[in-house]
């Protein structure tokens, strides 16, 4: 199979699981459930579950075992979407193509949606039925990369402001990378992948994508096309935040992504030809147009 028809098949699979596993409900409360599902539904890329689930294929896993894993991911990467969209943070009103969650419903409901998604990713974990041990490794690695240390660290570098160039690294590294890594992580623990040089090749894979990934971000607020990417671009130069391209100018930010996605396809030496779809969605990921 080429590269663009595994990433749609691999795509559909975590749309299918993501309409099975998210939340759904009634009672007097149940707008939540719209709420949540609204940011769910509007799309996104859906990177962070596809590349728990090549991880897993690659290491001979199975999808039933890493699905709800990489599910959770995406529970948390929406819940942060909603939550950098409030007018606290970076007060967007455009999100994955539509009216971002406070806008639609509020600000009190965004902030409630967001928190809802949260704990709903570690509750989804904890029903997987998983052994208990992988369970409780799941959540280490999901609450450490999404917290303190990990994205929500990340996210209190970016509202300061990075002073130099290792602090925009640092940032990019927690406040992006930490979950694509993440997503890694629980697609070698889904496989269940004990092998500390295989752990460590595809930390240095993750790593290395989650800055790649984070520069072109930036690139994109520069030269997307709003309609596209679904979100407002221009955003860092409007508020004045440091990112790679305004502190290496376009062709440098380009020449960065490019240098740390090499990076990432060199770590995956060791798995050869199984390696095939990461190395290709290292490329796909500098070079996307949204
Ligand atoms: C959820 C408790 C909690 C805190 C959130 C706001 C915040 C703390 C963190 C910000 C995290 C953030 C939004 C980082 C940017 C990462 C990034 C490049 C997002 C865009 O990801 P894509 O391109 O988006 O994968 P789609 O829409 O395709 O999923």
Same mark, same amino acid.
């Given at each position: 199979?080429?590269? $663009?028809?595994?990433?749609?098949?691999?795509?559909? $699979?975590?749309?299918?699981?993501?309409?099975?596993?998210?939340?759904?409900?009634?009672?007097?409360?149940?707008?939540?459930?719209?709420? #949540?599902?609204? !940011?769910?539904?509007?799309?996104?890329?859906?990177?962070?579950?596809?590349?728990?689930?090549?991880?897993?294929?690659?290491?001979? %896993?199975?999808?039933?075992?890493?699905?709800?894993?990489?599910?959770?991911?995406?529970?948390?990467?929406?819940?942060?979407?909603?939550?950098?969209?409030?007018?606290?943070?970076?007060?967007?009103?455009?999100?994955?193509?539509?009216? $971002?969650?406070?806008?639609?419903?509020?600000?009190?409901?965004?902030?409630?949606?967001?928190?809802?998604?949260?704990?709903?990713?570690?509750? $989804? +974990?904890?029903?997987?039925?998983?052994?208990? &041990?992988?369970?409780?490794?799941?959540?280490?690695?999901?609450?450490?990369?999404?917290?303190?240390?990990?994205?929500? %660290? /990340?996210?209190? +570098?970016?509202? =300061?402001?990075?002073?130099?160039?290792?602090?925009?690294?640092?940032?990019?590294?927690? =406040?992006? %990378?930490?979950?694509?890594?993440? !997503?890694?992580?629980?697609? #070698?623990?889904?496989?269940?992948?004990?092998?500390?040089?295989?752990?460590?090749?595809?930390?240095?894979?993750?790593?290395?994508?989650?800055?790649?990934?984070?520069?072109?971000?930036? +690139?994109?607020?520069?030269? /997307?096309?709003?309609?596209?990417?679904?979100?407002?671009?221009?955003? &860092?130069?409007?508020?004045?935040?440091?990112?790679?391209?305004?502190?290496?100018?376009?062709?440098?930010?380009?020449?960065?992504?490019?240098?740390?996605?090499?990076?990432?396809?060199?770590?995956?030496?060791?798995?050869? &030809?199984?390696?095939?779809?990461?190395? !290709?969605?290292?490329?796909?990921?500098?070079?996307?147009?949204?």
């Amino acid at each position: 199979m080429n590269f $663009t028809d595994e990433l749609s098949k691999k795509t559909q $699979t975590a749309e299918r699981w993501l309409k099975r596993l998210s939340p759904n409900g009634e009672g007097y409360h149940k707008t939540i459930f719209e709420v #949540v599902n609204y !940011s769910l539904e509007a799309g996104g890329k859906r990177i962070r579950p596809v590349l728990a689930l090549g991880v897993c294929e690659m290491l001979g %896993g199975r999808e039933e075992d890493v699905m709800p894993l990489a599910c959770a991911v995406e529970f948390i990467h929406t819940s942060s979407l909603i939550h950098d969209d409030l007018p606290c943070m970076d007060d967007d009103d455009l999100r994955r193509g539509k009216p $971002t969650s406070h806008i639609r419903f509020g600000e009190a409901l965004a902030l409630l949606g967001g928190d809802a998604l949260l704990f709903y990713a570690f509750e $989804t +974990i904890a029903n997987a039925g998983l052994p208990a &041990d992988t369970a409780l490794e799941a959540v280490k690695i999901l609450a450490s990369a999404s917290g303190i240390s990990g994205m929500v %660290g /990340g996210q209190v +570098i970016d509202i =300061k402001g990075a002073d130099s160039y290792d602090e925009l690294i640092s940032l990019y590294k927690m =406040k992006t %990378g930490a979950l694509l890594e993440a !997503s890694v992580k629980l697609g #070698v623990l889904a496989a269940g992948n004990t092998d500390p040089k295989v752990r460590d090749a595809l930390d240095a894979y993750a790593a290395n994508l989650g800055i790649a990934f984070q520069i072109k971000d930036d +690139i994109l607020d520069v030269e /997307g096309e709003e309609k596209v990417i679904g979100k407002k671009t221009g955003r &860092d130069a409007a508020i004045g935040k440091k990112n790679f391209v305004n502190s290496l100018g376009i062709d440098g930010a380009r020449l960065a992504s490019v240098e740390y996605a090499n990076n990432a396809k060199n770590a995956l030496q060791m798995f050869g &030809d199984k390696s095939k779809f990461l190395v !290709s969605l290292a490329d796909y990921l500098i070079f996307r147009n949204k």
